[in-house]
């Protein structure tokens, strides 16, 4: 598999796992197999015309658009099976970590993915359990006909969704540990990034749990390295269309945060200077 580091801004990168052989039906997992029906049923409910289906569609991707962009590019990372950590120990299927080396130093790349794996795992296994814990209050709504139980639906989802970015991790630090994987830095994605930031220092942020990808000073104010109309750029670059999902979501929440820490450190700045 392919695993990309798309930085989106000089604090904040992107993950996303490209699976290169897709596993036949009978072999896939039965949870991965679930998934793949639920998809389906969601496309289908898409191209509804009206009903309620069509407005669960609609509300429902507004909320699945404000699930953290890093929750998604674990949940892209396959489970950690026992035939995957087989194949891996026999070397049977070469993993590739892919990023711009004009922006992420070679040094850089694996501690990244590090921080990536492990630094959102005490809040996944949390709302995990807490996922767990409302399910069984949300079950009576079933008793209200006609229309199903979307909080229960929902609750189910979220449980899903938080175990897969755990399992994500695990699969990431396992590759990490083992050094399962190759450093792969890619011209596309240098010719992408052309003139948005020079590379990442090699060293660490003095907090390895920070979200700040970026290498720069936390004093630094954080800036966008890649658009909208970049990221569209990028997916077809890489010829990856289900990748411009990804970078749309990702570079969605990245401007709303940078736009209200920008929005903060003004209030800030102005109500200190009313003091004075």
Not at 140 to 162: E, G, K, M, Q, T
Not at 181 to 189: A, G, Q, R, V
Request: proline share 6%; hydrophobic share 35%.
């Amino acid at each position: 598999m392919r695993l990309f580091l798309l930085p989106i801004s000089t604090r904040r990168t992107l993950l996303y796992c490209q699976k290169l052989q897709a596993l036949p039906s009978e072999k896939q997992q039965y949870i991965d197999r679930i998934t793949l029906r639920a998809a389906k049923m969601w496309s289908d409910w898409e191209k509804k015309e009206s009903g309620w289906q069509k407005k669960v569609v609609y509300y429902g991707n507004r909320a699945l658009r404000r699930i953290p962009y890093e929750e998604w590019g674990l949940k892209s990372v396959p489970t950690l099976s026992a035939r995957r950590r087989e194949e891996d120990i026999l070397g049977k299927e070469k993993h590739h970590l892919i990023f711009p080396s004009s922006i992420v130093s070679l040094t850089r790349a694996p501690e990244i993915l590090r921080t990536l794996s492990t630094e959102r795992e005490k809040l996944h296994r949390t709302n995990l359990i807490w996922c767990f814990v409302g399910m069984p209050i949300s079950a009576p709504f079933a008793l209200v006909p006609i229309i199903p139980n979307l909080p229960f639906f929902y609750l189910v989802y979220r449980a899903w969704s938080h175990y897969r970015a755990l399992a994500g991790g695990k699969h990431l630090q396992w590759l990490l540990s083992k050094q399962f994987y190759t450093l792969s830095p890619m011209e596309s994605l240098d010719a992408a990034y052309a003139g948005r930031s020079p590379a990442m220092p090699a060293s660490t942020n003095a907090d390895a749990k920070s979200s700040d990808h970026g290498g720069e000073s936390s004093q630094a104010p954080e800036k966008l390295l890649l658009t909208q109309e970049g990221g569209h750029k990028l997916a077809q670059a890489l010829e990856i269309p289900e990748l411009e999902v990804e970078l749309e979501r990702a570079i969605w929440q990245v401007e709303n945060a940078i736009r209200k820490q920008t929005e903060k450190d003004t209030e800030q700045r102005q109500s200190g200077s009313d003091t004075k």
